[in-house]
């Protein structure tokens, strides 16, 4: 299954709705939810001008 594709809806229901889900599948929606939920960062490359 393509986890990243799933909305958050599905991945929800998988993870702690659904009892008759394997182990894997409801870890594995679990872990997309952290990866969804985790703060990006992004670099900032910006050069203050002296005036």
């Known amino acids: 299954?393509?986890?990243r594709d799933a909305t958050r809806e599905?991945?929800?229901n998988i993870a702690f709705v659904d009892?008759?889900?394997p182990l894997q599948y409801k870890?594995?929606?679990v872990a997309e939810?952290?990866?969804r939920n985790?703060?990006?960062y992004g670099r900032k490359n910006v050069?203050?001008?002296e005036v």
Do not use: H, P
Request: a positive charge; zero cysteines.
């Open 10 to 12: 599905q991945l929800v």
């Open 38 to 40: 985790r703060k990006r």
């Open 33 to 35: 939810l952290k990866r």
């Open 19 to 21: 009892e008759g889900a």
């Open 47 to 49: 050069r203050r001008k």
């Open 27 to 29: 870890a594995d929606a």
């Open 1 to 3: 299954m393509k986890w």
